[in-house]
C-alpha cells in the first residue's frame, strides 16, 4: 500500500491565482480529511467525507476554499484566489475504524 | 466543546533521561486517543493510540502513553530520550458521533546531547 499520496508536494504561486491540492486515499478508507498546519494555529481540519459526501466544513476559512471528492480515491482542494496568508502546509488523511494515516502534505507559498 | 490540550509548548531533555509529555483532554464520553509525531519538513506519523482496554498503550519508538480517566490525560513517556526523538509531538483525539481528528497544538521536543 502506497499511503495517502498528495500532490504537489510543493507549490509556489502568486496571489490571486487558483491552487489546487490533490489527494489519493488508501483504498478501503471511507472517511478522507483535509488539514491545514500553521506556526500560529497547528493543525486545524478543514473538512471531512465520509463515503465521498461532505460531512462538515466548518473548519473552511472563506468561500475561496472549496473541496470536493468525486470518487473514493481521489480529492481536491482548491482555493480561489489565493492569498499569501494562506501559505500553509496542507495535510490530507484517510481513516478507516478509527486508524488515521497522513499523507507527506503539501507544502504552499503564496507570494 | 470538543478539545485537546498540550500544556508545554517546547521541553529539552537530555540525552538518556526520561520524558513525559502531557495532554488532556474534554470529550462528553472516552474518545479515542492518538499520539503522532512530526520530524522537521515531515508527516505525522502515528506512535501510539487508545481505544479501549489495558490503561497502559504501548507504541513504536520505546514510546508508552497512560490513559487516566479520572484526569482526562493521555500523557505521553519514554523512559530513555535519544537524540534521534527530537521532533514535535501532537496528541489528537476522536470521539463522540463524528470521526473528527482534533489536534492538540503540540510540544516541541528538544534533545541535549
Known amino acids: 500500500d502506497a499511503g495517502v499520496i498528495q500532490s504537489p508536494r510543493h507549490e509556489v504561486t502568486e496571489m490571486g491565482q487558483e491552487v489546487t491540492l490533490r489527494c489519493k486515499p488508501i483504498s478501503g478508507h471511507d472517511y478522507l480529511f483535509w488539514y491545514r498546519q500553521t506556526m500560529m494555529r497547528g493543525l486545524e481540519l478543514l473538512i471531512y467525507?465520509?463515503?465521498?459526501?461532505?460531512?462538515?466544513d466548518s473548519g473552511m476559512p472563506e468561500d475561496r476554499f472549496s473541496a470536493k471528492m468525486p470518487n473514493a480515491s481521489f480529492s481536491t482542494l482548491k482555493i480561489q484566489p489565493s492569498e499569501p496568508r494562506d501559505s500553509a502546509v496542507y495535510f490530507c488523511a484517510s481513516s478507516r475504524q478509527g486508524g488515521y494515516t497522513f499523507g507527506s502534505g503539501t507544502r504552499l507559498t503564496v507570494v | 466543546a470538543q478539545s485537546v490540550t498540550q500544556p508545554d509548548i517546547h521541553i529539552t531533555v537530555s540525552e538518556g533521561a526520561s520524558l513525559e509529555l502531557r495532554c488532556n483532554y474534554s470529550y462528553g464520553a472516552t474518545p479515542y486517543l492518538f499520539w503522532y509525531v512530526q520530524s522537521p519538513g515531515q508527516g505525522l506519523q502515528l506512535l501510539l493510540k487508545?481505544?479501549?482496554?489495558?490503561?497502559l498503550v504501548q507504541g513504536i519508538k520505546g514510546f508508552e502513553a497512560e490513559f487516566k480517566r479520572s484526569q482526562s490525560s493521555f500523557n505521553l513517556r519514554k523512559p530513555s530520550v535519544h537524540w534521534s526523538d527530537a521532533a514535535e509531538y501532537f496528541c489528537a483525539a476522536t470521539g463522540g458521533a463524528t470521526n473528527k481528528l482534533i489536534f492538540g497544538t503540540g510540544t516541541l521536543l528538544a534533545v541535549q546531547p
Open positions: 487508545y481505544f479501549s482496554g489495558d490503561t
Open positions: 467525507f465520509n463515503n465521498n459526501v461532505p460531512i462538515d
